[in-house]
């Protein structure tokens, strides 16, 4: 299986500030995925970040306030722009390996308090 | 409808019982299914995929998946006090671009 790391492992910012959060993954995956969890919540996706072009966000989230980037098929970000509050939650990365049965694997996530 | 539903908990079982946890989901071109098993402040972890309908066995774990009835379970003997976690069910949809989306999870609690 994939093993994936992020960092930060966690952070506290202020609010009206931004946090770009990084994913790397030990392999080629051929979707990566960006997920928050907000605490006692299930899982609740961002968007699917797309190698080389604009990542594919579900209903609720838009660019501006989380755009992604995904130069390659191991490396994907995601920022928090403009935090407030409401955004402090748990951020996980995720990809999935076709070749692996389409089985998903989960990064360590970031754990994010917006001041 | 919700993407993904699973039974509400919690659900608490004696040590050495069978667990079953049950999940429907609303996409009837979905091929791929997920369980997840997550501890408190940690990632979750895969425990079981499934692809074709009938019974898959690993260890103390079944999944059952019934394409038809768009039902998904997990099933869980001899449980223990270690089992004692969430429990997500995960589905790959097939839509315009592949998706994973999760149910709302179903928390467990073996006791000893």
């Known amino acids: 299986s994939a093993v994936i790391s992020q960092k930060p492992s966690r952070d506290i910012c202020q609010r009206g500030t931004s946090l770009t959060i990084q994913c790397q993954v030990d392999?080629?995956?051929?979707?990566m995925f960006w997920y928050r969890q907000q605490p006692g919540q299930s899982l609740t996706l961002i968007a699917t970040a797309n190698q080389g072009s604009e990542a594919t966000y579900e209903s609720g989230f838009v660019i501006d306030k989380f755009p992604i980037s995904r130069p390659n098929l191991t490396f994907s970000t995601l920022t928090v722009s403009n935090m407030s509050p409401e955004d402090s939650s748990i951020y996980l990365c995720?990809?999935?390996?076709?070749?692996?049965?389409?089985?998903?694997?989960f990064g360590p996530g970031t754990r994010l308090t917006v001041l | 409808q919700k993407e993904v539903e699973q039974n509400s908990g919690p659900l608490s079982v004696p040590e050495g019982a069978i667990a079953s946890l049950n999940c429907t989901y609303s996409d009837r071109g979905s091929q791929s299914f997920f369980w997840y098993r997550q501890y408190s402040g940690k990632s979750p972890e895969l425990i079981m995929s499934i692809y074709s309908n009938g019974d898959k066995e690993d260890g103390r774990f079944t999944a059952q998946l019934n394409k038809a009835s768009q039902y998904v379970s997990l099933l869980i003997r001899d449980s223990q006090p270690s089992d004692s976690a969430t429990y997500l069910c995960?589905?790959?949809?097939?839509?315009?671009?592949?998706?994973?989306?999760f149910g709302p999870g179903t928390s467990l609690s073996v006791i000893p």
């Open positions: 392999s080629q995956v051929t979707m």
């Open positions: 995960a589905v790959l949809m097939k839509t315009s671009y592949d998706k994973v989306i």
């Open positions: 995720s990809g999935v390996d076709r070749a692996g049965g389409n089985e998903q694997f």
